[in-house]
């Protein structure tokens, strides 16, 4: 696991087929019709600024009208295009001599929003099948080339071992493991009974990470509401705590949008604001994305 964590890092915004949420951080306007399939088009527009973020997790959706699930990924109907994206994200590592790539298969297959692509067993089918196309092709950092696998769940499923073993690929097929969380009780989402705090919500996947090898976590998505006001600062200060004092946590970011009734934009909140400068300041996050 020190290879998947050296060198300098693309590491996965992992959003949707959304360039418009993207532009912002990167600073360029983002002309291709799905981000996904824009994505390596977008390295060679911005030279030499590189920033280090790139959405590998919907590499798949790349063709227009195609009705895709699990069981027609595993079955190797859209291989060609994958393996054509799988390469192009390689060669633009290798172009500009990062060290990384990250490669997010269906984030979040965990949602009930994504049953729709197949039961858990053929997300399993589809995940084997794709990373098996990188490492015939020779991409998987590990055989030579630049891309590390992170699984991507909602955080609670890592609480829940029947869970989180029903989208478990292993340790051979996973370099990372990520998570999406959030305090929502203010807002009323999520069936939270009480204000949550960092270790509430990603203790989890830090202990499911220690018992499979100390596999490097990322928090792939993570905010707070602020209701009452003052609990989105209370939150983000208790999350600088929290990745300091957990070293295997490799990355963390930030979910700054609106989401149904609940608000994590910390936009027009400065103590919200200023907590989350000096986390990105403090001492323990030097060096980090």
């Given at each position: 696991m020190t290879e998947s964590a050296a060198g300098p890092a693309w590491?996965?915004?992992?959003?949707?087929?959304?360039?418009?949420?993207?532009?912002?951080?990167?600073?360029?306007?983002?002309?291709?019709?799905?981000?996904?399939?824009?994505?390596?088009?977008?390295?060679?527009?911005l030279e030499g600024r590189r920033p280090k973020i790139i959405d590998a997790s919907t590499a798949h959706r790349t063709a227009e009208g195609w009705v895709f699930g699990f069981p027609e990924l595993a079955a190797g109907q859209k291989d060609a295009e994958i393996l054509t994206f799988l390469r192009a994200v390689n060669q633009a590592a290798v172009k500009y001599q990062l060290g990384s790539i990250y490669i997010s298969f269906?984030?979040?297959?965990?949602?009930?929003?994504?049953?729709?692509?197949?039961?858990?067993?053929?997300?399993?089918?589809?995940?084997?099948?794709?990373?098996?196309?990188?490492?015939?092709?020779?991409?998987?950092?590990?055989?030579?080339?630049?891309?590390?696998?992170?699984?991507?769940?909602?955080h609670d499923s890592y609480?829940?071992?029947?869970?989180?073993?029903?989208?478990?690929?292993?340790?051979?097929?996973?370099?990372?493991?990520?998570?999406?969380?959030?305090?929502?009780?203010?807002?009323?989402?999520?069936?939270?009974?009480?204000?949550?705090?960092p270790s509430d919500?990603?203790?989890?996947?830090?202990?499911?990470?220690?018992?499979?090898?100390?596999?490097?976590?990322?928090?792939?998505?993570?905010?707070?509401d602020d209701i009452p006001a003052g609990t989105q600062a209370t939150y983000i200060n208790q999350m600088q705590?929290?990745?300091?004092?957990?070293?295997?946590?490799?990355?963390a970011m930030y979910w700054d949008t609106h989401v149904g009734v609940c608000d994590y934009k910390v936009d027009g909140r400065p103590a919200s604001i200023s907590a989350l400068a000096a986390m990105g300041k403090s001492a323990a996050l030097q060096g980090h994305v």
């Open positions: 590491l996965v915004l992992p959003t949707y087929n959304e360039a418009e949420n993207v532009e912002p951080l990167v600073g360029v306007q983002v002309t291709a019709p799905a981000w996904s399939s824009g994505s390596v088009a977008l390295i060679d527009q269906q984030h979040e297959p965990d949602s009930m929003h994504h049953r729709r692509l197949g039961a858990p067993v053929q997300f399993l089918q589809a995940w084997d099948h794709i990373h098996q196309l990188a490492a015939n092709a020779g991409l998987n950092w590990n055989q030579g080339g630049r891309l590390h696998w992170v699984l991507i769940l909602i609480a829940k071992s029947w869970r989180v073993d029903s989208f478990w690929p292993g340790p051979s097929e996973v370099d990372i493991l990520a998570a999406d969380g959030y305090n929502s009780f203010g807002c009323g989402s999520g069936g939270q009974s009480q204000q949550q705090t919500t990603f203790g989890p996947i830090v202990s499911f990470a220690a018992a499979h090898g100390g596999m490097p976590v990322f928090l792939a998505e993570w905010g707070s705590s929290f990745v300091a004092n957990n070293t295997s946590i490799a990355g």
